[in-house]
T-cell receptor
């Protein structure tokens, strides 16, 4: 079946502009996660959605970052007033309810802020 | 906060050799996962571990969940060129919650 998809695959933006990154989870997966991966680094948790519960936003680095999940499926990560340090690969993962801890990742969006 | 120390950072081995990498944590995890990431792609799940002491295999891969719940290792036997990539460990405190990742082990295999 189809895996997690993300768009765009690459995004180049000017400092100060807003960007939106999209994630389509695996069909039927109720949990959705956003992570950030800086060059040569491990993944850093950003935010987590589980069904209708309030999201866990504990990893968002600043109030310029926000995310929403509409209809329990597609999610959008928004970064306002982008800064150069926001340049990274943004990865989305989804998990099946009752499927243990296993998270399945999309290919990521590479964001470059110039 | 929680941190994972993954070692080694990189490995250069000959095809056919066995490989071992490990992760240690300052705190307890209830789940350990191992992922492989190829350039330009997202991490791919290799093995999931749910019980302290658990030893799980997936083909040439073997991983163990340490008894203290603060460590895990991954072994790759008889390495082949397609094993090249970056391997990440990840720990989870609460089932279904966020993953804490190690810094990765970059594996290079010489044919």
């Amino acid at each position: 079946g189809a895996g997690v998809s993300q768009s765009p695959s690459n995004k180049v933006t000017e400092k100060g502009k807003d960007v939106e990154l999209r994630c389509d989870p695996i069909s039927g997966h109720t949990a959705l996660y956003w992570y950030r991966q800086s060059l040569g680094q491990g993944l850093e948790f950003l935010i987590y959605f589980q069904g209708n519960s309030a999201p866990d936003k504990s990893g968002l680095p600043s109030d310029r970052f926000s995310a929403e999940r509409t209809g329990g499926s597609v999610s959008t990560l928004t970064i306002q007033r982008t800064q150069q340090e926001d340049s990274a690969v943004y990865l989305c993962a989804s998990r099946q309810t009752g499927g243990g801890g296993e998270q399945y990742f999309g290919p990521g969006t590479r964001l470059t802020v110039t | 906060g929680q941190q994972l120390n993954q070692s080694p950072q990189s490995m250069f081995i000959q095809e056919g050799e066995d490989v071992s990498m490990n992760c240690t944590s300052s705190s307890i995890f209830n789940t350990w996962l191992w992922y492989k990431q190829d350039p330009g792609e997202g991490p791919v799940l290799l093995i999931a571990l749910y019980k302290a002491g658990e030893l799980t295999s997936n083909g040439r891969l073997t991983a163990q969940f340490g008894i203290t719940r603060k460590d895990s290792f991954l072994n790759i036997s008889a390495s082949i060129p397609s094993d090249v990539g970056i391997y990440f460990c990840a720990g989870q405190s609460n089932q279904g919650g966020k993953l804490i990742f190690g810094q990765g082990t970059e594996l290079s295999v010489k044919p």
